[in-house]
């Protein structure tokens, strides 16, 4: 016998358990469906963000910073540490605490709400009146609409899978059980910075290879640059412009053919290499043929502004579709879906969308970039100020990088904010409310500012769109 509800959810990711809430929360009888699992089993709702991303990831980037402050900074607070060590096995059960404390969050949220939830996989099966049948494990469920976010898989290079030994994928990179001496990365992009990161600050040697000329192509140049610096000066190798030949995994490592940005044939022999080259739209065991749900070319989900399918009643969020992969706008989409059912207005705005590299120093922005308005041909004029002079960044100890504004010639609107320093995960917050707003540099400008705080790096660089900075 089937069980009936307005609205069913297929994935328990960002996009999927917000949007389970927010349509519950309008009155809505609501199912969410996840098949993640456990170690012991059990349902793990969060998606790959829950469970093999944002979370875990961080969780580990906390841990590898606290060590090397320890191993390097606490000597300039005047504090003494003898036989230092790192306890991976431990630094990763906190980590599998912190993703469980997330889980279990996410199922109380679901009781919370009224959402009820089923652990298995979710595919449609066929039309019926008023809705669609949808199985999951052994179950039957018909539902007045549908909104897929199945979220993503990593991408693979070509003939050659992923074992999560020594060839890893996000997955893998979060579950290594010991420093490894020599670490590769293949791709520059946020997942395999971040994990690089990580086990260069304990210990690794890590090479990234990076097969476009240009460091993080997608962040403001000059930012970049910065960010290019700063990573360098650690330790990380970054070697631009090359191209990956043949990979060869054994038990005891990998070992990369490629062709450096000049030509020459290298080779890389590492203990463990991270592929970290995108991720693809995940449709398996949807059944979407059988319904005749549209895919496009690169296997998304196709959907109008308003994230409708072509199917109706059926509605897709998140990393499934078009647009960036990111958690947040998949929770955005989640939300204006549900309200779009109850015949609202919801609402993502692309252009505000923040993005975030938790590295060290962490690289945050929001709105265009310089490249993309010299590209539009538009009028704009810049203004940047260093952590270098900011009071609160010289107490941190931690004085690498800088804000920048990008704000129309004409009307002095902010286009774009980039940040590349300490707590820019943070600091981007009040950019992204300013543009969403469509304020000015100089609102920024004469907005009043704790003192001391990093934030007073934003007023100036606001100020520095007038070439008034106070403080540089």
């Not at 358990?17 to 199912?31: D, H, K, P, S, W």
């Not at 403001?220 to 290019?228: C, L, P, T």
């Not at 041909?377 to 609160?392: E, L």
Request: a neutral charge; proline letters at 3%; charged letters at 20%.
């Amino acid at each position: 016998m089937s069980k009936n509800f307005d609205v069913v959810v297929i994935g328990g990711g960002p996009g999927g358990y917000i949007g389970a809430i927010r349509a519950a929360q309008l009155g809505f009888n609501t199912a969410c469906i996840d098949e993640w699992k456990n170690e012991k089993g059990g349902p793990a709702p969060g998606g790959t963000c829950t469970n093999v991303g944002c979370i875990p990831s961080k969780a580990l980037l906390q841990s590898s910073e606290h060590y090397e402050h320890a191993a390097h900074s606490f000597a300039d607070h005047g504090i003494g540490l003898k036989d230092l060590s790192i306890d991976v096995k431990k630094m990763l059960a906190r980590k599998d605490t912190v993703v469980k404390q997330n889980n279990d969050g996410i199922l109380y949220l679901f009781k919370k709400n009224k959402v009820t939830f089923f652990h298995g996989r979710g595919s449609f099966v066929k039309a019926v009146d008023g809705g669609w049948e949808i199985a999951v494990g052994g179950e039957t469920l018909v539902a007045k609409q549908v909104i897929v976010a199945t979220g993503s898989n990593a991408r693979a290079l070509p003939g050659v899978p992923f074992d999560e030994e020594t060839v890893l994928s996000n997955d893998g990179a979060l579950r290594v059980g010991a420093v490894p001496k020599k670490l590769g990365l293949i791709g520059s992009g946020v997942i395999g910075l971040e994990m690089g990161s990580v086990w260069r600050r304990l210990g690794a040697q890590v090479t990234v290879l990076e097969a476009l000329p240009t460091f993080l192509g997608a962040v403001d140049e000059q930012i970049a640059k910065e960010a290019h610096k700063a990573f360098t000066k650690q330790g990380l190798k970054i070697e631009l412009g090359v191209k990956v030949g043949e990979i060869k995994a054994a038990k005891g490592g990998v070992s990369v053919a490629y062709t450096d940005a000049k030509g020459g044939a290298q080779k890389l022999e590492v203990d463990k290499l991270i592929v970290s080259i995108g991720r693809v739209p995940n449709t398996n065991g949807l059944n979407a043929d059988a319904v005749g749900l549209k895919l496009d070319e690169r296997g998304a989900i196709v959907v109008d502004d308003e994230c409708r399918t072509n199917l109706p009643g059926v509605w897709a969020v998140g990393d499934v579709v078009r647009g960036p992969m990111l958690a947040h706008k998949a929770e955005e989409e989640g939300v204006a879906v549900a309200e779009r059912i109850a015949g609202q207005h919801g609402h993502v705005n692309f252009n505000t969308i923040p993005w975030v590299i938790y590295t060290s120093p962490e690289i945050a922005w929001v709105g265009k970039t310089e490249q993309q308005l010299k590209a539009e041909g538009r009028a704009y004029k810049a203004g940047s100020f260093p952590f270098m002079a900011n009071g609160r960044a010289r107490a941190l100890g931690d004085t690498t990088g800088m804000v920048k504004f990008l704000a129309d010639a004409a009307t002095d609107e902010i286009l774009g904010v980039h940040i590349v320093g300490p707590m820019a995960s943070e600091l981007i917050a009040e950019a992204v409310v300013a543009m969403e707003f469509r304020a000015s540099a100089e609102d920024i400008a004469r907005i009043c500012h704790a003192h001391p705080s990093l934030s007073e790096a934003t007023k100036e660089a606001a100020l520095a769109v007038d070439k008034r900075t106070l403080n540089f």
